[in-house]
């Protein structure tokens, strides 16, 4: 895989407040970075380094092979960067603004129109393109922020939030728009939402206090849960103290958590030992005893649930 | 076109795109046409000069440069384009350079529109118009050094209020650095060169010399060394504070 990015033990420090603490990781070409992390994690300093627009306290950032701080233009040319909430110069239109991006990108003339053009196309801002960018609704200010980070074409794309506040709609249209992208470029995004991991991200960090706590694959981000792959069943009419004997003899389960009663109902989580697939012997054994059962379905588990246990001081798994 | 010369054009569009160049222009009219007539006593003096007009500009300068100014960066940082800007293949000198000239070639043009003075002059009587276009260059040169100042003010805070406050203060004392009454204070117990130093730090002095008609090389090369230091202090500022959003 060809790297695009590399970064090696990068800190900063503000004063006191270390926000960035010793992070390193690479990320090559067809990959798309999910950062996650709780607010003040260290994500959006970490992509102002990659940027260069902050210098790191200590540490380096490669793009492309050029070395960030030494030779700024170059690594410049190959990153497109969307900063947090999506700044840009409020009274021009986004027509004369993403001219302008052309233009300091090098464009001129007849490339330049027709670079902004297809940019404009590719986020849908033909309706508003003559329109100063301060009277513009939030999802279109994001989508000119997205259009000057794409204009160039650039091998690295660097997104701060990408789909912060835009509606379902527009979130899905962006994440197209960032998939379709994803095939010919090395992308690092961050995000709040974490269901994002898993529609756009080949791979996950979750960032807390300036350090990686987790990097990984979304599914395995998943297996993080401590209810991953476990079985949710409720089953009707059967004594919960026969129906915990004979699911223990099931093989891979590790322990059985009842979750309620409601009449002749009983409500239960299985858990499997080691993340285990386990729900075709529960299904047989259940079927073997002639039970009524009237639900029976695996957990994948909630990211939310294993975001908070890596981000939370206590960290009960590692 | 360099990245200099596009980030000149945006700048300079952008003055006219927003109030800011129609109000900033018609109060610079209003103001050197008040100062002159009412003040600088044009007509009673009967002579065809323009030396009340230009006499008045440093003080014109020390409130509508810092005014200009005061959103250079200031606005930049506040609004976070900044980072934006600076994370374009752009070197920090290309854009420090790049907003400074348009603002200076926007005080240029308001400078410009003050020829119906001149035409006036003309008209009236038989002016040396060597010593005018001299007082003009000089002018413009001053207006360049208050603006290399506010730049580098308005790169420390993004408040754009404490920018123009602390660039007028900064200016005034670049004006009345020749001042007597200011040198007096020093003249008892300085020794010499200090007091050459002060004397020689002042806009007025190197304005007014210019102003008589003599372009003295040093008289333009200092402002020119005081713009690029201010400038270098501009570039040094925001590269230290940047990271303060
Ligand atoms: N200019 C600055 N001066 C001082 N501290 C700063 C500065 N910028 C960021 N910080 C601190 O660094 C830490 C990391 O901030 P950062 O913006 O990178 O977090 P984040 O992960 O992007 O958070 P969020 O999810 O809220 O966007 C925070 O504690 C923040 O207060
Ligand atoms: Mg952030």
Known sequence: ?318 | MGRIGVIFQRELAGYFATPIAAVFIVIFLLLSGAFTFYLGNYFARGQADLVPFFDFHPWLYLVLIPALAMRLWAEERRSGTIELLLTLPVTMWEAVAGKFLAAWCFTGIALALTFPMWLTVNLLGDPDNGVILASYLGSLLMAGGFLAIGSCISALTKNQVIAFVVSVVISLGFILSGFPLVLELFSGWAPQFLLNAISSFSFLTHFQSISKGVLDLRDILFFLSLIAFWLFATATVIDMKKAES
């Open chain 1, 1 to 318: 895989m060809e790297i695009m990015v590399e970064i090696k033990n990068l800190r900063k420090a503000f004063g006191p407040i270390v926000a960035v603490d010793g992070v390193s990781f690479t990320v090559g070409k067809r990959e798309v970075l999910g950062f996650l992390g709780p607010n003040g994690a260290g994500k959006s300093t970490t992509m102002k380094m990659i940027t260069g627009f902050l210098t790191p306290t200590s540490g380096t950032v490669h793009i492309c092979g050029h070395n960030i701080e030494d030779q700024p233009i170059e690594a410049k040319m190959r990153l497109g960067y969307l900063p947090e909430g999506a700044p840009a110069y409020q009274d021009m239109t986004p027509a004369s603004f993403l001219t302008f991006i052309g233009e300091m990108r090098g464009y001129r003339g007849a490339t330049l129109k027709r670079t902004v053009s297809e940019t404009v196309e590719k986020v849908n801002l033909q309706s508003v393109l003559n329109q100063s960018i301060e009277t513009l609704s939030k999802g279109f200010k994001r989508r000119v922020g997205l259009a000057q980070a794409i204009l160039h074409d650039p091998d690295i794309l660097i997104l701060d939030e990408p789909t912060d506040g835009l509606d379902p709609n527009q979130k899905h249209e962006v994440r197209t728009l960032i998939r379709a992208m994803a095939q010919e470029k090395a992308i690092i995004l961050s995000t709040h939402i974490l269901e994002e991991v898993h529609a756009l991200c080949s791979r996950a960090m979750i960032i807390a206090k300036g350090k990686v706590v987790f990097d990984g694959t979304p599914a395995e981000l998943e297996g993080k849960s401590p209810a991953h792959n476990t079985v949710l069943g409720t089953i009707a009419g059967v004594d919960p103290l026969v129906l915990h004997h004979h699911l223990m003899t099931v093989k891979g389960v590790k322990k059985i958590e009842e979750l309620g009663r409601d009449g002749d109902l009983v409500k239960f989580r299985i858990y499997p030992d080691d993340g285990q697939w386990i729900l075709p012997d529960i299904g047989h054994c259940v079927r073997e005893q002639g039970w009524e059962v009237r639900e029976l379905y695996p957990d994948r588990g909630k990211l939310d649930e294993v975001f908070r246990l890596l981000t939370t001081p206590k960290q009960t798994i590692s």
